[in-house]
């Protein structure tokens, strides 16, 4: 079995059940730009993908009502849909342990990295981190392989090998991948097995207790 010393994650789906917040703020951005809100099918397809590029896709919004829509969004997340959050059972004990253990840890999320900072605090999880990396809140990094390198850098990793990925995603596996890294996928969070084994994932977790072992050996 592969021994890694070196693990990313993403958070929302991955670290923490975050769909009631996000979904949440989703409706509020929609009523906000007085649009009907979408069917739950539709409102699900923002769990994971960056939010700007999911008001686009999902919605077929122009780049003028994107914005719009992604500032409505921030005007309920940061005050409400943050906290509508709570972290998957079993993930606080596997961070802690993969710490004990002198792995490296980082996260690498397609979230505003100041409203990931935020989250870990709120679980008392930020000491677990070598590095809290996410997106910026202007824009400027927000596709998942930006922020992947991004992390790679702040963490100083610069041997990849013995690093990997785990998400629940393809933004996750596509994303590690083009920087050179496996990803492992989880199934307990947004995506599933047919999705992450079509994007290339190397294992899939169906829980945190299966993730254990393919990250501590």
């Known amino acids: 079995m592969q021994q890694y010393k070196t693990i990313l994650f993403d958070l929302d ?6 769909a009631p917040g996000i979904l949440n703020s989703v409706r509020h951005a929609c009523r906000r730009l007085g649009m009907d809100v979408p069917d739950e099918a539709t409102l699900r397809r ?4 960056p939010l700007p590029s999911s008001f686009r896709d999902y919605l077929h919004l122009s780049e003028t009502d994107v914005a ?11 005050e409400k849909g943050i906290f509508e959050n709570e972290a998957f059972p079993g993930i606080p004990e596997l961070l802690h342990d993969l710490k004990k253990s002198g792995k490296t840890v980082v996260m690498a999320t397609s979230k505003p990295e100041v409203f990931a900072r935020r989250i870990m605090e709120h679980f008392a999880l930020a000491d677990c981190f070598d590095a809290i990396c996410g997106a910026t809140i202007d824009e400027t990094r927000t596709e998942k392989a930006e922020v992947v390198a991004y992390a790679l850098q702040a963490a100083g990793i ?5 690093v990997v990925m785990v998400g629940d995603r393809e933004h996750d596996v596509k994303g590690a991948a083009r920087n050179g890294l496996p990803c492992i996928g989880v199934l307990y969070g947004y995506g599933d097995a047919v999705e992450l084994t079509a994007a290339g994932a190397v294992a899939l977790a169906p ?6 072992p393919l990250l501590l050996g």
Do not use: C, H, K
Request: glycine letters at 6%; hydrophobic letters at 30%.
């Open 207 to 212: 829980t945190v207790e299966d993730l254990r």
């Open 68 to 78: 719009r829509a992604v500032a409505a969004f921030r005007e309920y997340y940061p």
């Open 46 to 49: 923002f769990l994971g993908p």
């Open 13 to 18: 789906g991955t670290l923490t059940d975050s």
């Open 158 to 162: 610069t041997d990849r090998q013995n």
